[in-house]
């Protein structure tokens, strides 16, 4: 998606099922396919006024891809380790270039291999620079991490570690550092 689409004018409005294919994806990425969670996510922002050019140059990008990766999925193994919890968190800073917000990115996995959770979003506010677009993705996926944490206590699979978060950006790992004393780089 690196084309910068803009919202469609009324008079260019498309008649195809634009709104109701941008549904089915976000459940398709909601249930078994964290890969489309970005796209859908990017495309999901043009269903007020879509255009051809949304409908034919990517929605259908996006469809083109899914049918030559059907044999990709989740794999969920059962192993007897301890259920390490470990997670990913990224941010683009102001990428679009019409509200300047940036997008929030995190995917969790257990034992080191299942993919459990995943979220790619807009962040609800302007972010000042890269380092505080990354730590408002961190704290969203530490929020997230310790709902995860309860769920798996309610399972009585209480995880014998601390959950592990991967941040890319040393500054905002050394301001985390600062404040919260935990962190792995």
Not at 21 to 42: E, M
Not at 91 to 102: C, K, L
Not at 162 to 178: H, L
Request: proline content about 3%.
């Amino acid at each position: 998606m690196s084309d910068s689409l803009r919202k469609g004018e009324e008079a260019e409005r498309t008649d195809k099922p634009y709104r109701e294919l941008i549904g089915c994806l976000t459940y398709v990425t909601l249930t078994s396919r964290p890969d489309l969670c970005a796209a859908v996510s990017y495309l999901s922002q043009f269903q007020s006024c879509p255009t051809e050019q949304h409908w034919v140059q990517h929605t259908k990008r996006v469809l083109r891809y899914i049918k030559g990766t059907l044999d990709l999925g989740l794999v969920f193994r059962a192993k007897d380790e301890a259920s390490l919890i470990d997670a990913f968190a990224d941010a683009d800073w102001a990428n679009d270039p019409v509200d300047r917000r940036s997008l929030t990115g995190y995917v969790f996995r257990v034992c080191g291999s299942t993919v459990v959770s995943w979220l790619t979003r807009k962040q609800s506010t302007i972010s000042l620079s890269s380092t505080e677009a990354e730590l408002v993705a961190l704290c969203t996926a530490v929020c997230h991490g310790v709902w995860l944490v309860r769920l798996l206590k309610d399972l009585s699979r209480e995880p014998e570690s601390p959950v592990v978060y991967y941040e890319d950006n040393m500054s905002t790992i050394r301001v985390w550092w600062k404040t919260s004393g935990t962190l792995a780089a």
